[in-house]
């Protein structure tokens, strides 16, 4: 039996309900893998709160002292400070000891310098809880998939924004009161507007290009668009076309031949209610996986709350404990030939709706505005009222900037009175 002794960073909601699957799989563990885990110290910021299922003798608010502890083989950091935590792995990786994080943020904007420090010093830096929960994505992707041409991922994971936005779509759910309730549930950051204004997921996407595609992306090169725009009409507009609306990060590989181009992007997103990502309710993640061999792939599961993230941060702990056993370590991919794409050479089908005079000649005029810009109509839906018509564009696959392009032109046309909602759209 190998004996492996966490030094835990933080006892919030991950880190309480980590210390109680260990104590609660413990003997499971054991004899599944021959490793024993026990949790000997753990770091606080505050000494006086109580704190179920851990003795007063393995607690400090001393950081360094869990990293540097000669009874600390493996470093769980569940802090979440992107400075602090950044300093704290650093100390931990410098020291030979391997850590396990679900640091999205960290991750998003260092990832790479910590990849390679682990590497330098044959640790272990894992990351299973910081992209969608329990899901095993990270894992899937460095093993699983190591050898698959992925072309595209697209992921659902946010829960906070998917509880809301399923809430809204299928009962009318007001957008503030169900934001509420995702925070009262645990789902939302601390600051809840880094889920709807996408930069949750912003990170994640960013941890996914980066790990899928072996290139050096932070949360900086990843353009975001939150769900707070997304209003009750936008929701019934799409429903009426046989769409829903889920805030989705997309992460796709251009190109046929090295040196690819790697996109990645956050928006409020037109799914067709056949796709598997449409079924996708309530708090729960999915990541949609297509690559040339594999075909389709879909991971589903919950991507939030204390036990599922806790859950993954465990799996991670065991992984790195096997390697410590075992005396490996695994690392990350060297950077690929690839490059991070303009964001307006990004390509997409989109949605667009549009107030204009009800008079002859307009919808020609409009119509003429998407096709000198380069963009092509799929299907389009009006309705009249005889002085004012409401349009509903959905187009073919267009450039980000020619799509701007378009709506700037049709702003500036006497007969368009409004140019109102655009929308992502998946489909040809
Ligand atoms: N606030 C996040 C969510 C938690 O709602 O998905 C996991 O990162």
């Not at 251009?254 to 996708?280: C, K, Q, W």
């Amino acid at each position: 039996m190998q004996s492996v002794r966490i030094g835990l960073l933080g006892f919030g909601t991950v880190g309480g309900s980590l210390v109680e699957l260990i104590t609660e799989q413990r003997t499971d563990i054991a004899a599944l893998t021959g490793i024993d885990l026990t949790v000997t110290r753990v770091a606080v910021n505050d000494l006086t709160k109580p704190r179920p299922g851990i003795g007063d003798a393995v607690l400090t608010d001393q950081a360094s002292e869990v990293i540097q502890a000669d009874d600390v083989d493996l470093v769980v950091e569940l802090v979440g400070a992107v400075d602090l935590a950044r300093d704290w792995i650093g100390q931990a990786l410098r020291a030979g000891k391997s850590v396990v994080t679900g640091n999205k943020a960290l991750l998003a904007a260092h990832g790479r310098e910590l990849f390679d420090l682990a590497a330098e010093n044959s640790a272990e830096l894992l990351f299973e809880a910081s992209v969608a929960g329990a899901i095993p994505l990270m894992r899937t992707l460095q093993k699983s998939l190591r050898g698959e041409p992925i072309t595209r991922i697209m992921g659902i994971v946010n829960g906070t924004t998917n509880y809301m936005l399923s809430a809204m779509t299928e009962d009318g759910a007001n957008y503030a009161e169900i934001l509420a309730e995702a925070q009262r549930l645990g789902y939302a950051e601390a600051d809840p507007t880094a889920d709807v204004e996408g930069h949750d997921a912003q990170a994640k996407a960013a941890i996914i290009a980066t790990v899928a595609f072996g290139v050096s992306i932070t949360a900086d090169d990843v353009p975001v668009e939150g769900i707070s725009g997304v209003t009750a009409a936008d929701i019934a507009n799409a429903s009426r076309l046989g769409y829903v609306i889920k805030l989705l990060a997309v992460v796709e590989r251009v190109g046929t031949e090295a040196p690819y181009e790697i996109s990645a992007r956050v928006n409020p997103t037109m799914v067709p209610f056949d796709h598997p990502l449409a079924t996708v309710r309530g708090s729960f993640n999915a990541v949609f996986i297509e690559g040339g061999a594999l075909d389709e792939l879909m991971l589903y599961g919950r991507g939030a709350g204390g036990r599922p993230t806790a859950s993954a941060v465990l799996g991670d702990v065991i992984e790195a404990a096997s390697g410590i056993a075992q005396g490996t370590v695994r690392r990350l991919p060297a950077l690929a030939d690839a490059h991070v794409r303009p964001p307006e050479a990004a390509t997409s089908a989109f949605y667009l709706d549009l107030a204009v005079d009800d008079s002859p000649g307009v919808l020609a005029e409009v119509a003429g505005v998407f096709g000198a810009n380069g963009v092509s109509i799929r299907s389009m839906e009006q309705e009249g009222t005889g002085t004012e018509a409401s349009l509903a564009f959905i187009t073919h696959q267009a450039s980000e900037a020619d799509i701007a392009a378009t709506i700037e032109k049709l702003t500036s046309l006497p007969s368009v009175n409004r140019v109102g909602a655009l929308y992502r759209v998946i489909g040809p």
